[in-house]
């Protein structure tokens, strides 16, 4: 049986939703160069790894403008909350979901980050810079692997 998405993007996916126990799943079955991958501080989880190119202060910074613009726009708080019930839904379904309802939902929580990521900055222009290095460290971290 081939499975359509590897469980690196499954687990990615949950964790971006805010699912709690894929970390720990993902985990269990991936091994890593610990000499290559620096570790991450003890208030970044492994799985938010490009977290770990973010200073204490940027990491604050970037939860409070993330708790603020979701409490300022309830939509992007349902969204939330609705993506991360038709993970479950699939998960649970895993033996007859498709690759195409797993792509469809990758599809929806990008587009929801994006609006999120629009929210914040509407809140904190100041972000920028912060955005910069997370997605200088996602970009390095995907051309490494």
């Known amino acids: 049986m081939k499975i359509p998405f590897t469980l690196h993007r499954v687990a990615f996916a949950a964790l971006a939703i805010g699912i709690p ?5 993902f985990a269990a079955t ?3 160069n610990s000499a290559s991958t ?3 501080p003890a208030t970044c989880s492994g799985h938010h790894h490009h977290l770990a190119v973010l200073t204490d202060a940027e990491r604050a910074e970037l939860k409070t403008a993330r708790h603020t613009a979701l409490a300022a726009n309830p939509s992007l708080q349902t969204q939330k909350t609705g993506l991360k019930q038709q993970f479950e839904t699939l998960m649970a379904n895993k033996a007859t979901a498709t690759s195409d309802q797993f792509k469809a939902l990758h599809q929806q ?3 929801f980050h994006q ?3 629009s929210a914040e900055l509407k809140i904190d222009p100041n972000l920028a810079p912060i955005f910069a290095k997370i997605d200088a460290a996602k970009h390095a971290h995907h051309h490494s692997t």
Do not use: G, V
């Open 21 to 25: 126990s894929a970390p720990a799943t």
């Open 38 to 40: 620096p570790a991450a």
């Open 109 to 111: 929580r990008k587009a």
């Open 30 to 32: 991936t091994t890593t």
């Open 115 to 117: 609006e999120l990521r």
